[in-house]
């Protein structure tokens, strides 16, 4: 029996994987259903004309939890250039004894519901623009340029407005309504997450307990009680967890006091950030909560966070519709990064070692990736999730909410099918194609506690693959990496330096260029393998936004590359914009380096130059040397160098946006919308809205056809 009611649809529906060829639709029920879904050409009532349909495949997590994907393949290519839309149908199962706990399901075997049917048509929390009658979306038309949106970090406790209602303003405004048709030229093409989409790490304390709630009424009372090493976690208080994260899963995070890690918490986590009707009425006081610390002090603390917290939480909660109305009505693509599972997430060697040897851990991993495949996973790329890893997941997961310990065997197969899956990097079907990479899973690591490439080579030749399957539709290679690749050098530089001191877990020491070796080999992949000399990478991570204009060259093959990040959705409060202001306006402009694949050789000098020289080697010029090593130098101080001709010259311009050209880093919360006409690049970055709730943009442009030359030349 549920402890509460649950609405039959508990996310969607969401549009996913969206070509000529194959609409994705995605959603989570409360009760088993058979769902099905019609595409066609929108009409001012519903669809004109069906031009296809599919049932979807459906897996069961728990007596609550059903996630659908349906694929409609359309018997002709479906027209471009014009509005298309969809509608789901669903009909419950006659009889099932789990509609008896869920609000609204007493209509099992009543016949199907439409989307107006479930009240998700019209209205505050409908998932319809202006007057539509259904989500809708449009095909780009041959020559049309990219137009994505990306963003990342979205932190529901986290300061500032969620740049979700920003991406809901520009889709209202484009969308059209009684006075105005659909702009369909302005409409963006698809929506890309980076990462971070939840935070498993770092739970707001007035939501903790209403995620283990939610979990349980979703996946059964065995719930909280499925994670080795832990014995009941509904028992923890709230602030609570930072030693079960500490010490039992082994994890690094400093700010785990409410981490998630059963399934349920996890699939929760997605749904109250997707769903404001699965949000409690009211957030929980302090006293109500029983925020308490060790001391006075702390207990003082404590509660000023709580209230700091419960702020930014129905800040969010206002926000929730926007996101599931954005998420209807853009085909939309993700990945994973960090915090998704837990912070510092495969950081070392000896972090995997640690954690994969704790049945803490190794659990709340599988839990984690679990939760990301049925809600974002499944939808990025259907055929690389057979039958047998569907099934296997299910099993797992209805074995972890039954209130006795899941049988061995389940619980074992379900962890290795989840830790060894080495496929989550996948080709994005725009025009030109995004190619997606895993820079969490695939790593390789060169000692225990070094930075990680962040692919290893085995990865780096499947992504190669997917480079030449993107770059034979021409136009510029787009690629997503969650951490950006060129992104302020200043705090590349400080990473390395504090990793030293301090060690990688309180740094962050996983940045492209925290390990060169992998950074040199991607580039060389990119320059010499795949043949690429036009690049456009998205990013996000870093909770701010960044434009840089970046020439590398890997032995005379130049990539000219647009680095463009941003970051956060939500996470960003008046005091960290301030200081990252302040940041971007102390940045130089330009960097320059050069590199070598190990030392270069030092001119010897006498006299004064003798004693200088040994600054070369120093960390505010140059990366550390080590033999057989990658090595960087200031391009300034590269006629030190004794012979030795550099193998790689790096450059970078930061670009700020038209109206404030100094402005390089951007603090406000924000999504990017990106547009690629041929070579040239103009990012757009929303970061709230006019009077009117109109968004507004800060804009800058990259030319990628326009020799690199340093300002002034």
């Not at 070692?353 to 974002?376: C, H, I, K, Y």
Request: proline content about 7%; some cysteine; charged content about 25%.
């Amino acid at each position: 029996m549920s402890p509460f009611p649950l609405p039959e649809v508990l996310a969607g529906p969401m549009l996913r994987r969206t070509t000529r060829d194959e609409v994705c639709v995605w959603l989570a029920t409360s009760v088993p259903a058979a769902v099905a879904v019609e595409v066609g050409r929108a009409g001012p009532s519903g669809l004109d004309e069906v031009l296809a349909r599919a049932d979807a495949v459906s897996v069961t997590y728990g007596p609550h939890l059903h996630v659908h994907l349906a694929r409609a393949r359309p018997a002709e290519p479906l027209p471009v250039g014009e509005l298309l839309a969809y509608d789901v149908m669903l009909e419950t199962v006659a009889g099932d004894p789990a509609a008896a706990d869920t609000a609204g399901a007493g209509v099992g075997g009543a016949g199907p519901r439409r989307l107006a049917d479930l009240g998700l048509v019209g209205g505050e929390h409908g998932v319809t623009y202006g007057d539509a009658p259904l989500p809708a979306f449009a095909l780009p038309s041959p020559g049309d340029p990219l137009r994505i949106l990306h963003g990342s970090c979205r932190l529901l406790h986290g300061a500032g407005e969620d740049a979700f209602g920003h991406v809901d303003a520009l889709l209202a405004e484009v969308s059209g309504g009684a006075d105005s048709a659909p702009d369909l030229d302005r409409r963006p093409q698809a929506l890309l997450l980076t990462g971070d989409q939840i935070y498993g790490d770092e739970v707001g304390g007035p939501i903790i307990r209403h995620l283990g709630e939610l979990g349980r009424a979703l996946l059964g009372e065995g719930d909280s009680r499925s994670v080795p090493g832990v014995d009941d976690l509904a028992e923890v208080p709230v602030y609570g967890r930072q030693a079960i994260s500490s010490e039992r899963a082994q994890y690094t995070s400093g700010n785990a006091a409410n981490h998630i890690f059963t399934l349920g918490e996890y699939a929760a986590a997605y749904l109250v950030a997707w769903n404001a009707d699965l949000w409690p009425d009211r957030l929980p006081t302090a006293d109500e909560a029983g925020v308490a610390g060790a001391s006075r002090w702390e207990t003082t603390s404590l509660r000023r966070q709580y209230r700091s917290e419960a702020r930014g939480l129905e800040t969010a909660r206002t926000a929730v519709p926007a996101a599931r109305r954005a998420l209807a009505n853009l085909p939309t693509y993700t990945v994973f990064d960090d915090h998704d599972v837990t912070d510092d997430w495969n950081i070392t060697r000896r972090w995997v070692q640690r954690v994969e040897g704790s049945p803490t851990g190794r659990r709340a991993v599988a839990n984690a990736l679990a939760a990301f495949w049925a809600f974002q996973g499944w939808g990025n790329q259907p055929e690389a999730f057979d039958q047998g890893f569907r099934d296997t997941l299910a099993a797992g997961a209805q074995a972890l909410g039954d209130p006795r310990p899941p049988e061995g065997d389940l619980a074992a197969a379900y962890e290795k099918a989840l830790w060894g899956f080495d496929r989550w990097a996948y080709l994005v079907p725009t025009t030109p194609p995004v190619v997606m990479l895993d820079t969490r899973t695939q790593r390789r690591f060169d000692s225990d506690e070094g930075a990680a490439r962040l692919l290893s080579d085995d990865e780096l030749a499947r992504v190669a693959v997917l480079c030449r399957a993107a770059v034979a539709e021409g136009g510029p290679l787009v690629l997503v990496s969650a951490v950006p690749a060129f992104g302020l050098e200043v705090q590349e530089r400080r990473q390395k330096f504090l990793a030293g001191k301090v060690g990688p877990y309180d740094i962050d020491f996983e940045a492209w260029h925290s390990n060169l070796e992998g950074l040199v080999r991607f580039m060389a992949m990119l320059a010499e393998d795949v043949g690429v000399t036009r690049t456009v990478i998205l990013s996000g991570d870093v909770h701010y936004a960044l434009n840089v204009d970046v020439s590398f060259d890997v032995n005379g093959h130049e990539v000219r590359l647009a680095q463009l990040v941003s970051s956060s959705f939500k996470h960003s409060g008046t005091v960290a914009r301030t200081l990252l202001h302040m940041l971007g306006r102390a940045v130089r402009s330009e960097q320059a380096r050069v590199g070598w694949d190990a030392p270069p050789s030092v001119e010897a000098r006498a006299g004064l130059a003798a004693i200088v020289d040994p600054l070369l080697s120093r960390s505010v010029n140059s990366d550390e040397w080590r033999d057989n090593a990658p090595v960087f130098l200031r391009e300034a101080l590269a006629d030190r160098v004794d012979g030795d001709e550099p193998v790689y010259r790096e450059r970078r311009r930061y670009v700020g946006p038209a109206h404030r050209p100094y402005w390089y880093v951007i603090g406000e919360n924000n999504a990017g919308l990106v547009t690629v006409t041929g070579n040239r690049v103009r990012h757009q970055l929303l970061i709230g809205t006019d009077p009117h709730g109109r968004p507004r943009t800060w804009e800058a442009t990259i030319d990628l056809d326009t020799p690199w030359a340093p300002e002034g030349e």
